[in-house]
Structure formats: C-alpha cells, structure tokens
C-alpha cells in the first residue's frame, strides 16, 4: 500500500557530486524516521544516514562532511546530496522509511535502490 521510489543515481567521476532522491506515495499518515543504505558487491547493507521527524541526522563516519541527508514532508521525500565522492562509494543505495500507516501502526519500507558508480 506504500511504495518507495529512489531517482538520481548515475555514473560520475571522483571528486564529483550526486543528488539522490526518494519519494513515498500511498495511503498513511506520516513518515517517523528516514534512512540511506548502501550495499557494495560483497558487502552487507550498512546505514548512511538517519534523519529523524524531528530534524536529528546521523551519519555513517565514512560519509560525514561529505553527504547531506534532508526531508520535505509536504513532498513525503528524503534526499541525499552527495559530495566529494570516492571510489569506495561505489553501490546500490537505498531508502528507508519508518511509515505512520491509518491504523498508527510504524511499519518499514524500502525504495527499489539506485546504483551509484565512482570511477577515476
């Protein structure tokens, strides 16, 4: 019933920069918590970055100072701006978002995930 969907990922080189955005539609009330993940090949799904309904972010200490998470609740959207970005950056991102359903209850959702890919 609430459908997570991720734009903006992209081939660019290193040093450069990527907006990625997430967009919730369907039927709730609220979004609680925002979340990025990312998972490189190998790699386990590892949180990038938290931003609460209350405006509190979190980083991943790999991507703090470089990446920037923010919310429009009027448009139920995160976004991340990325900067600086290095090879090791290099995965599919995803998007998570903790949704008010009508009946109040928080249940968790997941965008389809966008690839990333730094390259020199």
């Known amino acids: 019933q609430v459908q997570l969907v991720e734009s903006g990922g992209g081939l660019v080189q290193a040093g450069g920069s990527l907006r990625l955005s997430c967009a919730a539609s369907?039927?709730?009330?609220?979004?609680?918590?925002w979340a990025w993940y990312r998972q490189a090949p190998g790699k386990q799904r590892d949180s990038v970055a938290i931003?609460?309904?209350?405006?509190?972010?979190n980083y991943a200490n790999s991507v703090k100072g470089r990446f920037t998470i923010s919310r429009d609740n009027a448009k139920n959207s995160v976004y991340l701006e990325m900067n600086s970005l290095k090879l090791e950056d290099t995965a599919v991102y995803y998007c998570n978002g903790e949704v008010r359903g009508q009946d109040w209850r928080l249940r968790s959702y997941w965008g389809q995930g966008t690839q990333v890919t730094v390259d020199s």
């Open positions: 369907g039927s709730f009330r609220s979004i609680n918590n």
């Open positions: 931003i609460s309904s209350s405006g509190v972010t």
